[in-house]
C-alpha cells in the first residue's frame, strides 16, 4: 500500500496568526479588490475626527495598536501615514491599495477610542442640538468650539480642496456640518454591534 504525506519542513516560517478581533468584522464580497475609494476617504474622515477631537489622537491610534494586538498591521507612525495617504482626496496621496485587513484594524481602533470618549461625544453632540435649536453662537462653548476648529485645521491642511468630491466643504459652516456628522458616527460606533454596523457601512453601494 503506497503512502502519500504532505510534510512542511521543521525551519519552514508558520505565518503570523491574524488578531481574533479582526474575525468580528465579516469579508466584504470585494476582499480580494481592497477597499474602493469611498471607504478609503470614510475611514480616513473618521480618524481625522479622532485627532480633532482629542489632543494626541494620532498617538491614541498608536497606542490602541499596540493593545489590541494590531502592530503586525499597523507597525509604527509611517506605516500609519502612508495607509490614511491611501485616501485619493489628501494632498499627499499615494497610489497604494488599502487592504481589507488594514481598514478592519483602522475601524476597530476607531471605534475602541470612540467607546472610550463615549460621555465626551454624547455631551457634545447634545450641546450641538441645544445650540443650534436656540441659534446660539457655537463659538460660546469651549470644548465644542476647539473641536470644530482643529477638526477645520486638519482638513484643510491635509485634504485636497480642488478634488470633485470635496468642492462642496469650501466653507466652514460644510466642514462643522461634516465634523458634527463625523461625530454621530463615532457616538454610533460605541453602541450595539455599532462596530459592525459601522464597517458595512463603509461598503453600502460598493457591492452589488
Request: proline letters at 5%; hydrophobic letters at 45%; one cysteine or more.
Amino acid at each position: 500500500m503506497n503512502v502519500s504525506a504532505s510534510l512542511t519542513p521543521l525551519n519552514s516560517p508558520t505565518p503570523p496568526s491574524l488578531p481574533m478581533i479582526l474575525d468580528t468584522l465579516p469579508d466584504p464580497a470585494i476582499a480580494a479588490q481592497g477597499c474602493p475609494a469611498r471607504t478609503r476617504l470614510q475611514v480616513d474622515l473618521i480618524l481625522l475626527a479622532i485627532e480633532a477631537l482629542e489632543l494626541g489622537g494620532s498617538e491614541a491610534i498608536l497606542t490602541f495598536a499596540e493593545e489590541l494586538e494590531l502592530k503586525g498591521i499597523i507597525k509604527d507612525r509611517v506605516n500609519l501615514w502612508r495607509m490614511r495617504s491611501s485616501n485619493p482626496m489628501r494632498r499627499a496621496h499615494i497610489r497604494r491599495p488599502l487592504t481589507i485587513m488594514e481598514a478592519k484594524a483602522l475601524v476597530v481602533i476607531a471605534c475602541y477610542i470612540a467607546r472610550r470618549l463615549t460621555v465626551v461625544i454624547r455631551q457634545m453632540l447634545m450641546i450641538y442640538q441645544q445650540m443650534s435649536e436656540k441659534q446660539i453662537p457655537l463659538e460660546q462653548n469651549l470644548r465644542l468650539s476647539n473641536y470644530l476648529e482643529r477638526f477645520r485645521v486638519h482638513f484643510k491642511s491635509r485634504m485636497n480642496a480642488r478634488r470633485s468630491g470635496l468642492l462642496a466643504l469650501t466653507s466652514d459652516e460644510k466642514l462643522d456640518e461634516l465634523a458634527m456628522n463625523l461625530l454621530g458616527q463615532l457616538l454610533f460606533c460605541t453602541g450595539t454591534a455599532g462596530m459592525q454596523r459601522f464597517w458595512i457601512s463603509l461598503f453600502d453601494g460598493e457591492i452589488e
